[in-house]
């Protein structure tokens, strides 16, 4: 017996390192999991943002060509509301899984700005739709969706923890004739 008593405090100690050992492991593996869940979260809150975003650009680009229609917006390639009707229905429906989205997993901030950015753009949509000829009021509207898309941007950024970017405010050449 008195062997196995000498050899006890190196039991002891073993079993003391392995417990240690073993809880390290754990917390380690826990902490990871956390990490790799948070990344996986903020990846999927990134692509929520940009396919949101990306969806409403899609409406203010038909708005745009039906403004030019009217003789509001100098854009290159325009197109009669007629025309539009059935592809403003479409990317209005696509882009509403994208809302669904943003609302769920977005920073209440961003969502907010969101909706100032979206009323905006309904806005500019109404606008077109009545058929309204008016280049003035088009340009409030189109200074307000800028404003509208740069808060949200700034919204987005701040909640993934970005960098400030880019306005996305440069100037366009004067076509002729404009």
Request: no cysteine.
């Amino acid at each position: 017996m008195s062997a196995f008593l000498q050899q006890l405090p190196a039991l002891i100690g073993v079993v003391i390192g392995a417990l240690g050992s073993y809880l390290a492991v754990v917390r380690g593996d826990q902490a990871r999991f956390r990490r790799e869940r948070a990344a996986r979260w903020e990846e999927r809150r990134f692509a929520v943002y940009a396919d949101w975003a990306q969806a409403l650009k899609q409406q203010v680009a038909l708005t745009y060509r039906v403004a030019a229609h009217l003789g509001n917006d100098p854009h290159p390639h325009p197109l009669t509301p007629r025309e539009a009707e059935p592809l403003l229905a479409e990317v209005q429906t696509a882009r509403e899984p994208h809302g669904e989205a943003l609302i769920l997993l977005g920073s209440p901030e961003a969502v907010e700005r969101a909706r100032a950015w979206i009323v905006t753009v309904l806005e500019m949509e109404r606008f077109v739709r009545d058929g309204t000829r008016d280049p003035a009021a088009w340009q409030v509207l189109l200074e307000r969706q800028r404003a509208g898309r740069e808060g949200y941007y700034e919204a987005v950024r701040e909640d993934l923890a970005l960098p400030p970017g880019h306005s996305a405010r440069w100037p366009l050449p004067v076509l002729p004739g404009s």
